[in-house]
């Protein structure tokens, strides 16, 4: 267990729609990253918070939107749903904004139908 | 262009022997590179992480050594076992550590 909660675990909604996918990062930590993985895709970096402010910020498309809240959880809003959004969401978090060991959950899996 | 560089073809060997993986990387300076092991439909499990100023660095079974003039990394896993099956992920640090951005992976096959 690798202490960063994601909620749900899987998801099934239709296109069009929105959902909001949650993370609890590990005790402590104050970083938050979140990634895309595809089928048979590698993970695609999207966002990092790190103690509530944006960071960083990788090919996030301008339907998606993300924060972190002042008790450090963080959300990811993905709007206007297309086929091509289904995936695996992975959150991550870490002591530092980089170069330290970062922590996964086991992901929310995402279908478009 | 940016890219890092793994292997996309699995890598099939025998219980017992060493497993080396290939991380390659183009127009980037990393500070830090990053292994992780990820399991089919699980997240990644960190492994070993080395700075730019090591040359090399060993966990138990595992070993990384990181070359920032020939932009690499090789990732070795001695005395393999089945259990040792998985997809492999390098990882590096972009834009000063605040992005930390995955390759591709490699899938490896231990076979009893």
């Known amino acids: 267990d690798s202490g960063v909660t994601q909620t749900p675990k899987h998801l099934i909604t239709a296109t069009g729609q929105r959902v909001t996918l949650r993370c609890s990062p590990r005790?402590?930590?104050?970083?938050v990253y979140w990634y895309q993985q595809s089928l048979d895709q590698g993970l695609q970096f999207l966002i990092q918070y790190y103690n509530g402010e944006e960071r960083a910020k990788g090919n996030i498309l301008e339907r998606f939107s993300a924060q972190q809240f002042p008790d450090l959880h963080s959300e990811l809003n993905l709007s206007s749903l297309e086929l091509g959004d289904s995936a695996l969401y992975f959150c991550?978090?870490?002591?530092?904004?980089?170069?330290?060991?970062?922590?996964f959950g086991q992901g929310t899996r995402l279908t478009v139908v | 262009s940016q890219k890092i560089e793994q292997n996309s073809e699995a890598l099939n060997i025998q219980e017992g022997k060493t497993a080396t993986l290939t991380c390659n990387y183009t127009?980037?300076?990393?500070?830090?590179l990053q292994w992780y092991r990820q399991d089919p439909g699980r997240g990644p499990v960190f492994l070993l992480l080395i700075r730019e100023n090591e040359k090399e660095k060993r966990k138990e079974r595992l070993k990384v050594t990181f070359d920032t003039t020939l932009k690499q990394s090789l990732f070795h896993i001695t005395a393999s076992q089945p259990a040792d099956s998985a997809t492999y992920l390098c990882a590096l640090d972009d834009t000063g550590g605040f992005k930390t951005i995955f390759g591709a992976g490699t899938r490896l096959f231990v076979k009893a």
């Open positions: 991550a978090s870490s002591v530092e904004m980089g170069g330290a060991e970062a922590f």
């Open positions: 005790s402590g930590d104050l970083s």
């Open positions: 127009n980037y300076s990393p500070a830090y």
